[in-house]
């Protein structure tokens, strides 16, 4: 009763370097989106302080987290996919 | 609230929901093994996947709920578009590649994949069953919500409807038409939401939202004693007040008609204002603003009072950029319409007063989440905040839903570059929730029985034609969701259950007939709880999903991956504490007591969010349990 993988995906050397930078990543964001958190936990007065061309810091930040997403998002596919060319090119 | 059938609607519908049934009759050719049922047979593109990955998550909580939340409560909404976001950063750094590789079809295999052991098998195919279902209802909610003004059918038939349609497309085709439709459905809901918030934003913002916006009448109140006695309108005559949480409402006579109003008292000067309410008699009769709902009294809300552009009050902006939307929002003040109910003699008498609220406080959060001790926060409250932050953040990649889709691309370079294209199409679709939530707030489109259907009554006060639209791709939205989730979970019933734990021998092609069975008797269930769960916040339901999903299921991903001493017991029962933790805490919560018809202070547990006592007692579960029984660890990479 094994459960195999519905497609044979081969055999990735550059799995455990991957996961490394995927593992940092997501602690960088975590801090990101922990700060906003704890901001709203603390001193949500601070939210509503204007901070650039008239948006206040819940506005920036919201927005931040979701553009950070993304950008990130490019970032780690670039970087993995160098590192699979890279070590599995035999 | 009584809407007008447009043809145009019932058109528009008919064509989207007869492409989605030509796919699918053309998909079920092709549906033969249990590859192409449960995983569309490995080998859909990236690309493709990828929006699919946006049409499965932006479901009717997203489109429907997170902008009727906005709406209503401002930034407090946008928090969850915040948060579910977030979830896919987990999804694509921990979870996205190596699930595709140790998974086949289901979530639950993925997590046996080391182990083979029938305790995973029993728990994953349960907690997919009911994180599943937990999902299910709001989509089917949301679906009866929207079949009332699109096509003037009562909201049981909607979901009714919606069920059957959505049992047809799983039982033909299963993985691969559920792709398709999402990626059409992910398509069209990104192209016409960012449509309507070009609407918005060139639209401006105006005191008058629109020509038929209703005029709020006002009367002064005569008071001796403390007590109202009459008014200056000579029409009116005072019957009867109410005082709720501090709130004076009274009951006055006109024309033979009883209807509400609410006392502002400002200095020296008291004033009696126009309400919204509904009385519900003794004999079952409700009436809307003091007549029965045919004779169309009740009105769409939702204005701005003060509009202030570089310090000056104007009475509208004309066409705005996307910041200057925000900036000027934040700057003005916003007439809000905020709920309380409570008796007069045996009648029920609910009503939505005006609540003039700053935009400055619109644009941070705090109206629906209390955080600062100036508006009384407690200790709950904020606990509700961090609870439901962690939860949408851990949700998502918990989700069996989402998870089965990284069995329908071939690769996991695919399964990476498939989960980035859908943070990019659901971020960008994040940021316009915000527009159409606050343009909603401020362009009279609100229905305060329905929060659900502030976007798509929005979109009606450009026309009829782009309300049409919106409604349309908003069934499909449900529609779409609704197939995955139905997959899913005919996956854990017929895949996980019947063939992995029970072991029943079957033929691939039993295979396929059992989880096409599964799939009727999970859509059936739907339709009843959509039924029954009428009235709810279809994203204030997924948040609960969320919860449960990342109590019951991310402990066991995590560990699974990350911890070399994971045991199958130590999932199996991380998994169940998950499950039972979250579902209990709910079940105790003010809003299911408020459901139930109790009073929600009364309930034990003051939490709604349940995310912050169940994961951390699902993972406590999981390390103790692994860790007592490390001699039956004998790992084996199953998948292989």
Request: glycine share 8%; hydrophobic share 50%.
């Amino acid at each position: 009763m094994l459960h195999k993988p519905a497609t044979n995906t081969g055999t990735d050397k550059a799995a455990a370097k991957k996961a490394k930078l995927g593992v940092k990543m997501f602690f960088v964001y975590t801090l990101v989106y922990s700060g906003f958190v704890l901001i709203g936990l603390t001193k949500p007065e601070i939210m509503g302080l204007e901070l650039i061309g008239g948006q206040n810091i819940a506005i920036i930040y919201g927005f931040g987290l979701i553009v950070l997403a993304i950008i990130m998002g490019f970032v780690y596919n670039y970087f993995c996919t160098r590192m699979e060319n890279k070590m599995n090119k035999n | 609230m009584i809407y007008e059938v447009s043809n145009l609607a019932i058109i528009i519908f008919l064509f989207i929901v007869g492409l989605v049934l030509g796919l699918s009759f053309y998909f079920a050719r092709k549906t033969k093994s249990s590859a192409s049922y449960y995983a569309a047979g490995g080998n859909i593109h990236w690309a493709v996947n990828g929006i699919a990955f946006a049409g499965d998550y932006l479901s009717a909580a997203s489109f429907l709920g997170i902008c009727g939340m906005i709406a209503y409560s401002g930034y407090d909404g946008f928090l969850y578009s915040i948060g579910y976001l977030a979830g896919w950063v987990v999804a694509l750094f921990l979870v996205a590649e190596p699930l595709k590789k140790l998974g086949k079809y289901t979530f639950t295999d993925a997590l046996d994949s080391k182990f083979n052991s029938k305790y995973i098998k029993l728990t994953a195919s349960i907690s997919t069953l009911i994180v599943s279902i937990f999902y299910l209802i709001p989509q089917m909610v949301g679906a009866g919500d929207l079949v009332v003004p699109l096509l003037g059918l009562p909201h049981w038939m909607g979901v009714v409807i919606v069920g059957s349609i959505v049992i047809f497309i799983v039982a033909t085709a299963g993985m691969t038409s559920t792709t398709y439709v999402q990626f059409i459905k992910g398509t069209l809901l990104v192209i016409f939401s960012t449509i309507l918030t070009i609407y918005i934003l060139t639209n401006g913002l105006s005191l008058t939202p629109n020509d038929n916006y209703h005029k709020f009448t006002q009367t002064q109140a005569l008071i001796t004693n403390d007590t109202i006695v009459s008014t200056t309108d000579p029409a009116f005559v005072v019957k009867n007040t109410r005082v709720v949480d501090k709130l004076i409402f009274v009951k006055l006579e006109k024309d033979g008609v009883d209807c509400w109003y609410k006392l502002n008292k400002k200095e020296d000067k008291a004033t009696l204002e126009e309400m919204l309410y509904i009385v519900l008699t003794p004999n079952g009769e409700k009436l809307y603003n003091g007549a029965p709902k045919s004779e169309n009294k009740f009105y769409q809300v939702g204005h701005l009072s003060k509009i202030v552009v570089d310090g000056k009050e104007v009475d509208k902006t004309g066409p705005v950029g996307p910041f200057e939307f925000i900036k000027t929002i934040e700057k003005s003040e916003i007439v809000r319409f905020s709920k309380k109910a409570f008796t007069d003699g045996e009648d029920k008498i609910t009503v939505w007063y005006q609540n003039p609220t700053k935009g400055e406080d619109v644009m941070k959060p705090g109206l629906l989440y209390k955080l600062s001790k100036a508006a009384g926060a407690s200790f709950w409250d904020k606990l509700n905040f961090l609870s439901l932050m962690l939860a949408l953040f851990l949700g998502t990649s918990a989700l069996p839903h989402i998870l089965i889709r990284y069995y329908t691309v071939p690769s996991q370079r695919a399964a990476r570059k498939s989960t980035i294209v859908a943070i990019a199409a659901i971020g960008f679709f994040y940021v316009l929730t915000l527009y159409m939530g606050l343009g909603s707030m401020i362009s009279g489109a609100l229905d305060v029985e329905s929060s659900n259907m502030s976007a798509p009554l929005l979109a009606k006060t450009f026309g009829v034609g782009i309300f049409s639209i919106i409604s349309a791709i908003a069934l499909a939205t449900v529609l779409g969701t609704v197939s995955g989730l139905i997959v899913a979970s005919s996956g854990a019933i017929a895949h996980d259950f019947i063939d992995k734990y029970l072991q029943v021998e079957m033929t691939d092609k039993a295979k396929v007939k059992a989880g096409k069975m599964a799939a009727v008797c999970v859509g059936i269930f739907a339709i009843i709880l959509g039924i029954l769960f009428k009235g709810m916040n279809v994203s204030f339901l997924v948040g609960l999903a969320f919860a449960v999903a990342a109590s019951a299921n991310l402990p066991a991903i995590l560990f699974l991956l990350f911890w070399k001493k994971t045991t199958a017991k130590g999932i199996a029962w991380s998994i169940i504490v998950g499950i039972v933790s979250s579902i209990g805490i709910i079940l105790f919560s003010p809003t299911m007591y408020d459901k139930y018809g109790l009073i929600p202070k009364d309930a034990p547990i003051p939490l709604d969010n349940p995310g912050i006592i169940s994961i951390p007692l699902a993972v406590i579960t999981l390390i103790i349990v692994s860790l007592l029984t490390q001699k039956e660890n004998h790992t084996k990479d199953f998948s292989k």
